[in-house]
């Protein structure tokens, strides 16, 4: 009886690219970067809160933070590039946002009100930013919703799964913050992440379990003007180590 080989090249292809703790464990590895220290590692994150709590206020605030390397509350910032995706405002919006919280906006804080969706090329989009834009530090996408793809199917689990693993996938490969403004329906539940898990069966049904919980204690951006103290839920997916707190 005759054997037929397989080809090296398909041989290879099934090939699973393991590596054993010995080897792991003597390997340098670069440190995880933290965009926000103590808060904000590389990586995709999701900041959920009712709508009309100030989650834009405060994406808003951490972009500028993070643009200017100032401390976010008591974590210091790494000085960066940063591109917001505020897609459910206009520059005009923006703009008094802008004037009502800081006195200088820097050169290297970028905004864009309109994108293309997730699978329909805003992956290349981001690309091409960050590729122009080598130093970019931390992305704001401001909403989740504005950016999901409309598929053609009703497994909206796969659908769900399959747009954060784009996300991650290019906040991974570049070592940068994705951040996600998510937000949540009134409900009677004051945990935040339950109410992520309530909101969005199945979009929490793939991520509940994956995603790290750090609920911020709350804050004031300029308490003259604004005047607001909420508490949102931060999730974070894995391949960072969060400070946790209520």
């Given at each position: 009886?005759?054997?037929?080989?397989?080809?090296?090249?398909?041989?290879?292809?099934?090939r699973?690219n393991?590596?054993?703790?010995?080897?792991?464990?003597?390997?340098?590895?670069?440190?995880?970067?933290?965009?926000?220290?103590?808060?904000?590692?590389?990586?995709?994150?999701?900041?959920?809160?009712?709508?009309?709590?100030?989650k834009?206020w405060?994406?808003?605030?951490?972009?500028?933070?993070v643009a200017k390397?100032?401390?976010?509350?008591?974590?210091?910032?790494?000085?960066?590039d940063?591109?917001?995706?505020?897609l459910?405002?206009?520059?005009?919006r923006i703009?008094?946002?802008?004037l009502?919280?800081?006195?200088?906006?820097?050169?290297?804080?970028?905004?864009?009100?309109?994108s293309?969706?997730?699978?329909?090329?805003?992956?290349?989009?981001?690309?091409?930013?960050?590729?122009?834009?080598?130093?970019?530090?931390?992305?704001?996408?401001?909403?989740?919703?504005?950016?999901r793809s409309?598929?053609?199917?009703v497994?909206?689990?796969a659908?769900?799964y399959?747009?954060?693993?784009?996300?991650?996938e290019?906040?991974?490969?570049?070592?940068?913050a994705?951040?996600?403004i998510?937000?949540?329906?009134?409900?009677?539940?004051?945990?935040p992440?339950e109410?992520?898990?309530?909101?969005?069966?199945?979009f929490?049904?793939v991520?509940?379990?994956?995603?790290?919980?750090?609920?911020?204690?709350?804050?004031?951006?300029?308490p003259?003007?604004?005047?607001?103290?909420?508490?949102?839920?931060?999730?974070?997916?894995?391949?960072?180590?969060?400070?946790?707190?209520?």
């Open positions: 009886m005759t054997t037929v080989k397989e080809p090296a090249a398909t041989a290879n292809q099934h699973l393991a590596i054993d703790g010995e080897t792991l464990m003597t390997t340098p590895l670069p440190p995880i970067h933290f965009t926000i220290g103590g808060l904000l590692p590389q990586g995709l994150h999701i900041l959920a809160g009712a709508p009309k709590a100030g834009s405060l994406a808003l605030w951490l972009c500028l933070c390397g100032e401390a976010v509350w008591e974590f210091p910032s790494a000085r960066g940063v591109l917001y995706l505020c459910e405002d206009s520059y005009s703009q008094n946002r802008l009502d919280i800081t006195d200088e906006a820097p050169d290297n804080l970028f905004f864009a009100t309109m293309k969706k997730l699978r329909c090329g805003l992956e290349q989009q981001i690309e091409r930013f960050l590729a122009e834009h080598p130093g970019t530090a931390l992305i704001v996408i401001d909403t989740l919703q504005r950016i409309i598929a053609n199917d497994n909206s689990y659908n769900d399959r747009d954060l693993g784009i996300l991650k290019l906040a991974d490969k570049h070592r940068i994705i951040l996600l998510h937000h949540l329906r009134k409900m009677n539940d004051d945990d992440h109410r992520v898990v309530a909101d969005c069966v199945s929490a049904s991520q509940a379990r994956k995603f790290t919980r750090f609920v911020a204690p709350p804050f004031s951006v300029k003259a003007s604004l005047g607001f103290a909420r508490r949102y839920a931060i999730f974070t997916a894995p391949g960072g180590t969060l400070s946790t707190g209520s």
